[in-house]
């Protein structure tokens, strides 16, 4: 009998992840000699750790395929990071345990660093413990900021969200602001990297058009600065349009707005950087100005989602499996770029030891010099992640997602504990 | 020599009001023996009384076409509302004064009641200052508060965006709140009436389906019942989703969210009502929120507009035209509902002064009795509006939206300084 397998989504959902999902899912059902049923953890990683496995051997092909055009966690996921395996190993030995009752021999991890570092850890515990596991990383973050992939899925389709809506709200602000908003700030996701906002650039083809001004957390703000360029593009366009990371911090790392909450990652929750370049604005400057928060609506926006990443969501899933097959372990598909333009890209592999807790940072030369927008550089990288489109279908004027059946496979252990 | 024309946008732009100028140009070169050049008011009524005018003529027939499929106002729009015309009658002269030197014969004002006020005080005045003006409303609000027509032009597409991002947001949450987000609230336009608002409730298709909970201006918001529905959506479902109008207000007419500015109409200028329930929702229930604020992202989301918007955009455009050449005079064509499903409906026409100044409100039978959610009756309504898709043309993975010439015509009047 072949072994089972366990898929976990990881942190925050995108527009692609599901895409993964089914690139994952279909894959092992064509190799149904080397791969049995394909759990899912209810709620990611918890779902191992509380013995959900989600059994998806009970979905139809046609839900399974679906799964391409629908947002958000099919099964769920979390902000769960798993601790120091030193001083809290028996969370890693649970998890160990739960897939020996299960026969689960392979794990696909489907997230960012954190995740890496967890599939590296089981494989590296597993083998210790005399129940090998093949543990595949499976790349997914907004954020783009893993290491040796070209792209993470997810990224191209809130680029593209940010792109598409700073060109559409910038057509807004121009009509208008002889009478009405003279500046509009969208803020964007980002808490360390600015590839996002950076990608609200592509809405500007040539000097002058919008947005004026980009914030990256890559660059120290200084209020001055940014006032003094918010008035200039009044002075000379009419109006102002800035794409605001919500990740821009003042040169002592103090974020622009931080609201002081932090989350299970230890990383400071965000919030409200727009409304506090708008109250600069107001007061500074006396403009009158609008702003739009993004949230999680440009990263569950599948309606405008990129076909690029569409693409390479699937087939990070597919290679995950395939590689699984092939016998390697502690590995990462990566997409491998071969050319910018027409762009063309193919699948390697990384191992999960070199991922593993690497950000990514935005090159320092795809920001322009003065620190505001994007270099020739960074539209050259970003451009492509963009390309096509892949709508999902409508019924009632509204996508048509799919909502699986999620059924439990039936508990065998005893209830875990985790430690505090 | 036919009369010319003269087309100009008002108020807040939206992302179909380009498919009504197109509907508007296109039809009168069809009929260049009644109409001769049709004029454009650069940013909107302003440009008649500066004596911008934006000749159209100078423009190619694909650059018109492309106006269907492009957002924003296309020879830009003002918040600027004619004063009375008994204390500030020389506005009202100067207008035709300036049709009077450019020869224009037709007046085509698209807009929302205002806009129809304005249209109608024309008409009447330029008859009797013995230079006959036939002026046509043209419906043109995201509000969908006009009285008459079935809904107004903008209106459609902006309820198409708030209930796809609605859904797709809710599946976000729907993957994560175990650990993450249980509350996310969506701020949506909507000064006075919950129109908008109400079309995030059709992302639900049974009790218990996210949105769980819509704020409708017309429903006094009271903070206690609020937290209670949050409370009880976050037991029975685990999650919230809130869909916030911004004219959430108390029962004495206060605004939830009241940032105490005002714009040329009058009107109090909003902003802030989802981070206000958010900070309830935190210190009362301490549960974990994100927001998002649409702003005009909404109403300029041309990517994902709602074809029954876009095609009643172009008719009514059009009808204005026919209308004008037929003869009438101080009309507006309006949409005229034969069947809700499937939703059928013709182009019919009602008089200037029935629209003018009147605010349509939503019925009371369309929010459910606990004032939380639409009806039955509401679902009738919305759901043909935002029926089918009208995708505009894509190049390197971005909408391509057309920029005109905007050359103006020639001034042959002194400038005119408006009274304050």
Redesign the interface.
């Known amino acids: 009998m072949p072994k089972n397998a366990f898929y976990a989504?990881s942190g925050?959902?995108t527009?692609v992840i599901n895409a993964t999902a089914c690139g994952v899912i279909e894959t092992a059902r064509q190799h149904s000699d080397k791969i049995g049923k394909v759990y899912a953890g209810a709620?990611g990683i918890?779902g191992a750790l509380n013995e959900n496995l989600i059994d998806t051997s009970l979905e139809s092909d046609a839900d399974i395929a679906a799964l391409l055009h629908?947002?958000?966690?099919?099964f769920?996921?979390?902000?769960?990071k798993l601790k120091d395996m030193d001083t809290h190993r028996a969370e890693y030995e649970r998890l160990i345990e739960v897939f020996k009752a299960h026969d689960i021999g392979y794990f696909f991890y489907n997230g960012g660093g954190d995740s890496s570092d967890t599939a590296y850890k089981v494989s590296q515990l597993s083998e210790k413990m005399g129940f090998p596991i093949t543990c595949i990383g499976v790349p997914k973050t907004v954020d783009n900021d893993l290491p040796i992939t070209d792209t993470c899925p997810g990224f191209g389709s809130v680029a593209?969200y940010i792109?598409?809506?700073t060109?559409?709200?910038?057509?807004?602000?121009?009509?208008?602001y002889?009478?009405?908003?003279k500046v509009?700030i969208?803020e964007v996701m980002g808490r360390h990297a600015g590839w996002i906002a950076a990608a609200g650039g592509?809405?500007s083809e040539k000097a002058g058009d919008p947005p004026h001004i980009i914030l990256f957390p890559e660059i120290a703000f200084n209020k001055e600065a940014f006032l003094g360029r918010v008035q200039k593009a009044v002075d000379e366009q009419g109006y102002c349009v800035v794409v605001a990371s919500e990740g821009a911090q003042y040169e002592d790392g103090t974020f622009v707005a931080d609201a002081g909450?932090k989350?299970?990652f230890g990383h400071t929750q965000l919030?409200?950087v727009?409304?506090t370049l708008a109250n600069m604005v107001r007061d500074g400057l006396g403009l009158k100005y609008?702003?739009?928060?993004?949230?999680?609506?440009q990263?569950?926006?599948?309606?405008?989602s990129?076909k690029t990443d569409v693409d390479q969501a699937y087939a990070v899933g597919k290679a995950a499996v395939e590689l699984a097959i092939e016998g390697k372990n502690a590995v990462m598909p990566v997409i491998v770029r071969e050319a910018d333009a027409p762009y063309t890209w193919h699948i390697g592999e990384a191992p999960l030891s070199e991922v593993a807790n690497v950000e990514k940072m935005m090159p320092r030369s795809f920001i322009t010099e003065d620190g505001f927008h994007i270099t020739d550089e960074a539209r050259a990288y970003l451009?492509p992640l963009?390309?096509?489109?892949a709508?999902p279908p409508?019924e009632?004027?509204?996508?048509k997602?799919v909502k699986l059946k999620n059924q439990l496979a039936e508990k065998k252990l005893p209830t875990f504990e985790p430690s505090k």
């Not at 629908?70 to 099919?74: E, F, I, L, Y």
């Not at 769920?76 to 769960?80: A, E, L, T």
């Not at 002889?178 to 908003?181: D, I, P, R």
């Open positions: 989504q925050g959902v527009a709620s918890l629908t947002p958000g966690g099919a769920g996921s979390c902000r769960y593209k792109a598409v809506s060109r559409e709200a910038s057509l807004d602000i121009e009509s208008m002889e009478t009405s908003t509009f969208i592509l809405a909450m989350d299970a919030g409200g727009a409304s609008h702003y739009a928060i993004a949230d999680y609506l990263r569950s926006a599948r309606h405008i990129s451009q963009i390309q096509g489109e709508y409508y009632n004027g509204l996508p997602y």
